[in-house]
């Protein structure tokens, strides 16, 4: 009983952090139309440039909480940047787009490597959350049921955000059709710094919060970026819904197949996402067929 | 002579290798109507994609009110005071009603237009049905809904210009009244709109000048009342109708 609550709780604080990496994921993917290969990156690092701070490699040490936001903005102007200096230049062609952001993953582990070596970071839990939260006679620790509680804040404000504000109702009309976007007079160019910007901070942010459950390490990148492919496959690209949904449900697969079928780990999971390929290639909620 | 509100001149576009525009010029008035008229694949749209930035002319120049436009980016385009009723309508259809209208909301730049700028209230106004679905899912709407949206879009950015283009495709004749009722009162108001149909009957009743293509061409420049007298064969050029 003990085993499966446990695994539970795992499943969902996994599928909160692929939520935050993912969600950006969707909206660059629905709105741009681009698979951004630099998200794995992103979320790494996010990763190693707040570990940089909590673990004081740089000669002092920073509040977990604060080096969080120093790397999430960080990392969203590096995104901004990118996307300005080099996505901008390459308006419809999508597959030099992707090439550049395949090229861009693999010169950021580089460097990832040059700056922080090869030896795995391990980030402290943050102050006050490392303790057990008891239920009877289980023991949840207490900054997986952290992560949950934060993933679900950022989905609410990302809700708010998209549903709510005109801002938000820009991007869905570039999701839908962003050529009528632009003649009614709406700045996609803008909306794509923006968005791109607003994903990556997403999925640095979720590098660093889940420092201190994954570790920080060379080839997280590469771990990540596939699970986030599979998110926005089975949930459907440029909805936030999707991302939510397919999120928990790759946090479920995810850890109930490493714990059960260890080596099938991966047909487990990319078994769905084939089939929803085959079977509704627009996702869950999704509108395009990508 | 006023300067025209729109004027195409000596336009060439393609459309990778097929040229679907050779040399078409023509001009709108200001507070004018134009119905432009010709046969599926005569280059009607595409004129209106021209005109909007949608597709960069290979040769020629477009002007808004005297100013060349041409290889502008659409939204520059929008931001010069033209609107585009689209042909399909291309509504969002995941956004609401008021969705639809807030993102095309545009204060006019100083001295783009005269009247004073359309907003959600005065859309409503013209046409009520909206307002009574305004928080409701564009996609649900009926064909004539989202005819009707489509063209409270375009006036939120309070246009000098408004190019429709087949507004009255789909729709039931009951509607297409409506909508055409719409367009007249618009004119009215002093927008110089363009009026691209198939249908010429709908056209010759509102339009004060017409232009016929043809295969790409300007074929016949004219008004209806011209038209009517000298009893050009328009069948030439738009097929039995």
Known sequence: MNFWLVLTVNSVTF????????AGFSLIFGLMRIPNLTHGSLFMLGAYVGATFVVGLLGFKLNFWLAAI?????????????????????PGDQLAQVLVTLGLSFMAADFCLMMWGGDPLNVATPDGLGGFVRFGTIAFPMYRLAIIVIAALVAIALWLLLDRTRLGAMIRAGV???????????RVSQLFT????????????????????????????????????????????????????????????????????PELAYFVLFMPMLLVLLLRPQGLFGRHVP | MAISALSLEHIDAFYGDSHVLADVSFELGEARMLGLLGRNGAGKSTCMNVTMGLLPPRRG???VFGVPVTGLSPEMIAARGVALVPQGRRIFKSLTVRENLIVAARKPEAGVSRHAPWTEDTVFGIFPRLKERSSQIAAHLSGGEQQMLAI?????????????????????????AEVMATIRKLKESGLSIVLVEQNPKLVFDVADDIVILNTGRVAVVSTPAALDKDGVDLRQHLGVF
């Open chain 2, 152 to 176: 409270g879009r375009a006036l939120m950015g309070s246009p000098r210009v408004l190019l429709m283009d087949e507004p009255s495709e789909g729709l039931a004749p009951q509607i297409v």
């Open chain 2, 61 to 63: 120049e477009v002007r």
């Open chain 1, 70 to 90: 120093l790397a999430t903005l960080a990392v969203a102007a590096l995104g901004a940047l990118a996307e300005r200096l080099l996505l901008r230049r390459l």
């Open chain 1, 15 to 22: 599928g909160g952090l692929l939520f935050l990496l993912s």
């Open chain 1, 194 to 261: 923006i968005v791109f910007a607003l994903g990556a901070g997403l999925a640095a942010f979720a590098g660093i919060i889940g420092g201190p459950i994954l570790s920080v390490y060379p080839g997280l990148d590469q771990d990540m970026l596939p699970l986030a492919l599979v998110v926005v496959i089975l949930g459907g690209s440029g909805s936030l819904l999707g991302s939510f949904v397919g999120s928990i449900i790759v946090g479920f697969i995810y850890n109930f197949g490493q714990a059960l079928l």
């Open chain 1, 176 to 186: 839908d059709d962003p050529d009528m976007a632009r003649v009614v007079g709406i």
